[in-house]
């Protein structure tokens, strides 16, 4: 019965539907009153119209419970966008937690991005050491004529020079991501302090 998304509602849902409960769970959710316009074009397709009156008391009452500090904060950190849905008494402490959720969750994108970035260097790496071990076996093959070794003496320098550049930027990551990380400590341990 309470299932969302606008497609979901079936002509009995929409004739017997329990609209301020499902109001209550469109609020609890954090959606906005143009929610029920999802409700509205999906019960349309029935020839019904949904209960506004009771779907809006059920919203209101569902929004007063999502909008508390500890809802925003967890929406925040775990990278949650806020549409503005919350009454002005309760938006303030809304929107300060969720900034501070929102917070936590770049200083962790930060981190991920880092290890990412030195995850795909040193693939990187690998490869190209791979091609230098082949690149070096094909110079030592007997049957290799002399001018494909004087290109291949050029691809393993190219290759040599790529490698070190390759370490180089493995190092600056590595270093970047102990910023991330000790700047990611250092926030986490302020929300401790605050009862996050």
């Known amino acids: 019965l309470l299932r969302s998304g606008c497609g979901s509602r079936s002509g009995d849902e929409c004739g017997t539907g329990d609209w301020h409960a499902i109001g209550f769970e469109d609020g609890s959710r ?13 019960c349309a397709k029935h020839g019904i119209a949904p209960d506004f009156d009771a779907w809006r008391a059920g919203h209101e009452e569902g929004l007063r419970v999502f ?14 966008s806020y549409n503005g849905a919350c009454a002005p008494d309760l938006e303030p402490a809304f929107l300060d ?20 970035a030195i995850h795909a260097r040193q ?11 082949d690149t070096e076996a094909e110079l030592l093959a007997a049957e290799t004529e002399t ?7 050029a691809d393993l320098k190219e ?9 180089s930027e493995i190092d600056a ?18 929300l401790t302090d605050a009862g996050y």
């Open 147 to 153: 001018a494909d070794r004087i290109l291949l003496l």
């Open 67 to 80: 909008c508390q500090p500890s809802r925003g904060f967890n929406l925040g950190s775990n990278g949650g």
């Open 97 to 116: 937690a969720w900034r501070t959720g929102s917070h936590l969750y770049t200083l962790r994108s930060n981190v991920d991005s880092a290890n990412s």
């Open 123 to 133: 693939r990187e790496l690998e490869e190209t050491q791979e091609r230098i071990r």
């Open 173 to 190: 990551l590595i270093d970047e991501r102990a910023r991330h990380d000790e700047r990611l400590a250092s926030y986490q341990a302020v």
């Open 159 to 167: 290759l040599a020079e790529r490698s070190g550049e390759i370490e």
């Open 30 to 42: 954090g959606y906005a009153a143009d929610r029920v316009g999802d409700h509205r074009k999906a």
